[in-house]
């Protein structure tokens, strides 16, 4: 690209990436992505492998990506591939590096088609790559098979939606040709969390899968359903060709002969193919990291600075301090504030699903018991004035009783028998007053 510094951005991002990882945090960064999104058998792993010219993702039938992929790529003279979690052991065979990515997604998630968010860092270095950095999410499904839980497709898209939602994420949707566009799950997800489409890019696969007199042109061209990064077509290999282990410089050289030839795309073959979308991907997550630095650096700075302040605070630190004692007691008090409250409130991070509990249980008693008990409650009624004409009296203070305290107290007559000094008369004699 010219510019040196540039080319460092997306590494840049990968160290910060690895970093998290390493830790199991993200310090509540959003750090620059591009998300790959789409339909199970839309061709995502296709246009993973031919990024890197070899096969090296997991196939078969149902769910075959069952954790997130962070799949960094580098432009390196040599080929190989390393995994975050096997640190310091380089994968030359990529047959070991697809056998690899099984073993830990069945580690995680075991062997019954179950999804795990924890992702799998996985760093590959090609002459045939550019700098890019993707995340290969699970690929999305309507029907459970096997023992996989019923609500598997709920787990996926919530899934899914915890990497799209963020600003910082730039959505590949991936959506074959040989369907009707305008049903793409890939794109329906898509347009939920970037209804403008300023931060989707549209890939369309398998168009020479599509029915004879038909074409993407439209698509395309950008003219249906239109993105602000527009569309870019791809032509994979098919399940023969894979299963022949066809060489994939040869499936790309395929791929550029299709276009070239095609009366529909011909006149836009320099912008279609999987050379074209690599440039195009590395290009614009290069300026979105470009964009997002300054944002980024703030945040980090300021994450730093709170740190440090913290750190200074344990410099010194004395478990016999008292000081220190009395600010842990507040803040556990403080904290035992808030929490109660949420509790009488039903705010709670957790609900009591087989009893009433907090100030469920306080409203039922001051709506339902209190009544019935103030009903059953024995008095003398001449004894009860006197007492709440003191009260009145004696919580004014110094202050004149205003007139409207003067009136006549009425009570109601449960009955009448010896007095029994209790507080409710007087919350009742208030509430006759000033309601």
Sequence with gaps: MGNRGMEDLIPLINKLQDAFSSIGQSCNLDLPQIAVVGGQSAGKSSVLENFVGR??????????????????????????????HCKGRKFVDFDEVRMEIEAETDRLTGSNKGISPIPINLRVYSPNALNLTLIDLPGMTKVAVGDQPQDIEHQIRDMLLQFITKESCLILAVTPANTDLANSDALKIAKEVDPQGLR?????????????????????????????????????????????????????????????????YRH????????????????????????????????????????????EEYKNYRPDD?????????????????????????????????????????????HERFPFELVKMEFDEKELRKEISYAIKNIHGVRQVQPACQKTISTPHFCSSPSVSC????????????L
Excluded: W
């Excluded at 149902?62 to 003279?77: E, H, S, Y």
């Excluded at 690599?278 to 980024?296: F, M, V």
């Excluded at 409250?341 to 907090?358: A, F, P, R, Y």
């Design 268 to 311: 836009i073959a320099e912008r279609m193919g999987t050379p074209h979308l690599q440039k195009t991907l590395n290009q614009q997550l290069t300026n979105h990291i470009r964009d997002t630095l300054p944002g980024l650096r703030s945040k980090l700075q300021s994450q730093m600075l709170s740190l440090e302040k913290e750190v």
């Design 200 to 264: 989707t890019i549209g890939v369309i696969t398998k168009l020479d899968l599509m029915d004879e007199g038909t074409d993407a042109r439209d698509i395309l061209e950008n003219k249906l359903l239109p993105l602000r990064r527009g569309y870019i077509g791809v032509v994979n290999r098919s399940q023969k060709d894979i299963d022949g282990k066809k060489d994939i410089c040869a499936a790309l050289a395929a791929e550029r002969k299709f276009f070239l030839s095609h009366p529909a």
């Design 55 to 84: 096969d090296f993702l997991p196939r078969g039938s149902g769910i075959v990506t069952r954790r997130p992929l962070i799949l960094q790529l580098v432009n390196c003279k040599a080929e190989y591939a390393e995994f975050l």
């Design 423 to 434: 507080p409710f008369y007087i919350i009742y004699i208030f509430l006759s007053f000033h």
């Design 322 to 366: 008292p000081t220190r004692k009395t600010k842990a007691l507040l803040q556990m008090v403080q904290q035992f504030g808030v929490d109660f409250e949420k509790c009488i409130e039903g705010s709670g991070d957790q609900v009591d699903t087989s009893n009433l509990s907090g100030g469920a249980k306080i409203n039922r008693i001051f």
